[in-house]
Nanobody, 123 residues
Framework: VQLQASGGGLVQPGGSLRLSCAAS????????IGWFRQAPGKDREFVAV???????YYTNSVKGRFTMSRDYAKKTVYLQMNSLKPEDTAVYYCAGRHGWTIRYGAENEYVFWGQGTQVTVSS
């Protein structure tokens, strides 16, 4: 299984970016994918997760600004990030696992990881 993250970049505060995470080497059904991020000098933290037939969950700091979606045909999930703030600056990682876990916010629950993509929010 491979996960390929893309879409990061430099954006001004208030701007938008859309991250993508394409999965290969696995069926996409019953496969949960989460987004995590790591800011400089900080631990990696949970951002959002989606599972087949499950609601999408978000960390509180991004609720109402970030939206995660899933394209089964393309085996790709997206993270639409709007109203970006400087504190959203981080390397963003997508992570996947077969099946669901109630501990979806814990990075050690995920088996497969994509490479990070840098998001920088700055004027």
């Amino acid at each position: 299984v491979q996960l390929q993250a893309s879409g990061g970049g430099l954006v001004q505060p208030g701007g938008s970016l859309r991250l993508s995470c394409a999965a290969s080497g696995t069926t996409f059904s019953n496969f949960a994918i989460g987004w995590f991020r790591q800011a400089p000098g900080k631990d990696r933290e949970f951002v959002a997760v989606t599972g087949s037939g499950r609601p999408t969950y978000y960390t509180n700091s991004v609720k109402g600004r970030f939206t995660m979606s899933r394209d089964y045909a393309k085996k790709t999930v997206y993270l639409q990030m709007n109203s970006l703030k400087p504190e959203d600056t981080a390397v963003y990682y997508c992570a996947g696992r077969h099946g669901w876990t109630i501990r979806y916010g814990a990075e050690n629950e995920y088996v497969f990881w994509g490479q990070g993509t840098q998001v920088t929010v700055s004027s």
